[in-house]
């Protein structure tokens, strides 16, 4: 098994694999490369990691014009590849697969077969408890979780979910690469959606519910909550940030592990993703979006 990179003078301390090359997997990969953090991005999808590339270069550009990337650290490099092997060697992991449990426990399980022992594997979800995800690795204390805001080059702060059988050095390890990655980590204890998405989801599903009640049209709940409640975008152009799929996946998770009716999604969000009109990424959500499609 290959052991992880030498830290010698001269060379980065961190080498990040992310696996999935979705808008998430990307924008972690944008945020690392852009602080000097040398990227893996694995995904079995060629075409999908030829997209994501595409969208880590547009990333990169658009960051650099809003000032959100370091001047005294160069870009590091991005490689990207088709197979879990490609992980060796890693000196951390972020797991960014589709937020469904089965899906994230298989690639853990086998990504943790790869990698070396201490290796920090992280899982980025939104809703799905660590320690669930971690009964699938072969050393569950090597796992943690985060929750990266969209788009995680813009938002500094990021919620890091310390599950039940994570150890210290799987806590120092992602203090490490956060703080290479000047973000502010926000360290919490683990339950099903932890702090944002259990306070932020019920919301926007009760604000998509006021909007198919008929009550306001999207935009007045959005100008709303902005302008008397200090919303800094509106809960719905938000859903349509975080993606609407994305959204009902993790009330789905919230509402069976927490039985909490304020999380069964909403017909307004189930006729959305039924639809395809799921956000930016698709063009389409709860407001139109001319080529932002991904």
């Given at each position: ?68 990337l ?68 072969a ?45 502010q ?51 719905l ?6 993606g ?7 009330l ?12 069964l ?25 001319q080529?932002?499609?991904?």
């Amino acid at each position: 098994m290959q052991q992880p990179l030498p830290q010698t003078a001269g060379t980065p301390r961190h080498h990040l694999v992310v696996l999935g090359a979705g808008v998430m997997g990307a924008s972690i990969a944008t945020l690392a490369v852009g602080h000097g953090v040398p990227v893996t991005l694995i995904d079995v999808d060629d075409a999908k990691l030829a997209a994501a590339e595409s969208r880590i270069a547009g990333e990169l550009r658009l960051a650099q014009l809003m000032g959100a990337l370091p001047d005294d650290v160069p870009e590091a490099a991005l490689t990207t590849g088709g197979h879990l092997a490609d992980a060796a060697g890693a000196t951390a992991v972020v797991e960014a697969v589709t937020e469904d449990a089965d899906i994230k426990e298989k690639v853990l399980a086998e990504v943790s077969a790869v990698v070396a022992p201490g290796t920090v594997l992280v899982s980025n979800t939104s809703s799905i408890p660590i320690d669930e995800l971690a009964s699938a690795a072969a050393r569950p204390a090597d796992v943690v979780g985060t929750h990266f805001m969209n788009p995680p080059y813009l938002i500094r702060t990021v919620e890091v979910i310390r599950g039940a059988r994570t150890g210290e050095q799987a806590m120092d390890s992602i203090r490490s690469l956060l703080d290479a990655l000047r973000r502010q980590p926000v360290v919490v204890r683990d339950a099903p959606g932890f702090v944002t998405s259990r306070v932020l989801h019920p919301m926007i599903n009760d604000a998509a519910r006021v909007v198919q009640e008929g009550t306001a049209t999207a935009e007045d709940v959005d100008t709303l909550m902005q302008g008397c409640l200090g919303h800094p975008t509106g809960p719905l152009r938000t859903a349509d940030l975080i993606g609407i799929d994305n959204l009902v996946d993790s009330l789905r998770v919230l509402h069976e592990r927490t039985g909490d009716p304020g999380c069964l999604p909403c017909d307004l969000l189930l006729e959305k993703v039924r639809a395809g009109d799921i956000g930016r990424k698709s063009g389409r959500g709860f407001y139109v979006y001319q080529g932002e499609t991904s």
